[in-house]
């Protein structure tokens, strides 16, 4: 009696174990499933047109206060970051000529260290001009008057970006939290999330989103940069369904952004959704001019065989990388570079590739440069910028991908399958057609 007991206990123990294993696959590994407080709030502007409303009205008034006192720094500081604010909105260029207009005037103006360095910092950040960024930084860390704790918090964070441009990851680690320890911010949480998404700790960074939603109330925009970021991983591994449901979630949070439309026509393709992906990408196109959308669409129509099509959309985003280019290289090389390396010149992609890295010379600029390299038949130079990037902790499908690729035409078959095996751990489908349809979360 006790043997024929023995196999049916055996048995529900081998389908408990089974059933346990399926929930921490299910939770994680058994990491308990981040909890995301997303309520729309009741406070901030509710839309893309109302926050750009907004900030044009602040640069409207920040301007009059310059034309009623010109040879004062501290209204030109201000219009400078009105102008800075609407072009981290809405990407126009303009804005950025007008911000960096201002900061110079400024600089003339004010005699160090005021004028306002820590906003003259953010300006050379997003120009991608690091050696201008660290000076400003510099020069509000001799302040007589020590700044408050937000500004200091402020620029612990923007010295974490600058070492995590620069590929050292754990340097850059440490300051984003000495950054939350001056002043815990949600600015310097997406800072954290972002360099633990970028060296594939997926887990930590979904739970450092989550938090960063529990801690504190946050306006639409905020919440809804949270969930295109956490969308980011999920197409980062593959779970394109996972990434759209994020990005209709950031959409709902805060209508109307054209950051988030093409994030959700990434995932559309991405999901087969081919013809609603193309009409959202042509709205885009058309009512903000954006490259990106042009490029998304260019690509769409290659894969779908309308070379015609494909070739306008190339001419022009091609016409819009080149002039902003030849304003900000640093800034826009990388863009500018992608474009050339799917559509134009593998040579002037790999010019521009180094001219990405020499401005960033981070592990996304790497894997940048390194497919340029292969591009231009030159695997074994790809290889070594691929092995600068792994040591510097960049960890991504793509980046193992490419790794692979190179050794298999160096001859390294076992190296290549190791590489594989590691990119298709990340991102299951790194292989499936539908992911060269991924312009912009590829991880």
Known sequence: MTRLLRWPFIAMLALLAVTLLQWMIQRGNGVPAAVFAMERPAYGPATYTDLLTVADQRLALSQARVERTPNEWLPRAGAGGAALSLFRLTGEIAYLDMAEQEITAVRDLAKPPSGVPELRAEVALAQHDLVGAARELDILSRAAVKPEKPTLSEAAAMRGDLALYAGDHAHAARLYHEAAQIDPHVSVALRIANLQRVSGEFEAAIATLAEATRTEKHTPVVLSGIALQTGMIASARGDYDGAKDWYDRAEALFPGHWLTALYRAE????????????????????????????????????????????????????????????????????????????????????????????????????????????????????????????RSGWRSAQLFAVKAQALMILGETQASEVADKQARAINPRIDDPITRLIWLAHG
């Open 267 to 390: 995932a559309r393709l991405a999901n087969g959704h081919t013809d609603s992906a193309i009409a959202e990408l042509e709205r885009v196109a058309r009512d903000h001019d954006r490259p990106e959308a042009m490029d998304m669409l260019a690509l769409v129509w290659r894969v779908r065989g309308d070379i015609a099509q494909s070739r306008a959309w190339t001419e022009k985003s091609g016409a819009i990388w080149q002039a902003w280019v030849g304003k900000y290289p640093a800034a826009f090389a990388a863009h500018a570079a992608e474009h050339e390396l799917v559509f134009g010149n593998a040579a002037e992609a790999l010019r521009l590739a180094r001219i990405n890295t020499q401005a960033r010379p981070y592990g996304e600029a790497r894997l940048l440069l390194a497919r340029a390299l292969m591009a231009n038949d030159q695997a074994r130079a790809a290889l070594k910028e691929i092995g600068l990037a792994e």
